[in-house]
């Protein structure tokens, strides 16, 4: 059983930055395909980031690119968010995801691909 637990949110103004994690515990966190996802009041969880298990590629939606960072640690079992100059509509709560099998191909945007998913963390900006 992998268990995903997030951290680092909170309330930050427009043009901020904030710093997510994802501890895991439970299994073979180097070989996990990792992303975030996060769902906005009143809307669908969406894509946000994801990094694959070997050389750390990575992968973003449109909406973030160039302003956020994902990274992961295999040795601390963590994967981390960076979030820099962060606007309202970046308000939602934030979730974690796993995929156990990363090193086959999957779709990295989409839920269904994602085995294992934290409780989520809220991140709101002000303007």
């Known amino acids: 059983q992998v268990q995903l637990v997030e951290s680092g949110g909170g309330l930050v103004q427009a043009g901020g930055s904030l710093r997510l994690s994802c501890a895991a515990s439970?299994?073979?966190?180097?070989?996990?395909?990792m992303g975030w996802f996060r769902q906005a009041p009143g809307k669908e969880r969406v894509f946000v980031a994801a990094?694959?298990?070997?050389?750390?590629?990575?992968f973003y939606a449109d909406s973030v690119k160039g302003r956020f960072t994902i990274s992961r640690d295999n040795a601390k079992n963590t994967v981390t968010l960076q979030m820099n100059s962060l606007k309202p509509e970046d308000t939602a709560v934030y979730y974690c995801?796993?995929?156990?099998?990363?090193?086959?191909?999957?779709?990295?945007?989409?839920?269904?691909?994602?085995?294992?998913w934290g409780q989520g963390t809220q991140v709101t900006v002000s303007s």
């Open positions: 990094i694959s298990w070997s050389v750390g590629n990575t």
């Open positions: 995801a796993a995929r156990i099998s990363g090193r086959t191909y999957y779709n990295k945007g989409k839920e269904s691909d994602y085995d294992y």
């Open positions: 439970g299994g073979t966190f180097s070989t996990y395909g």
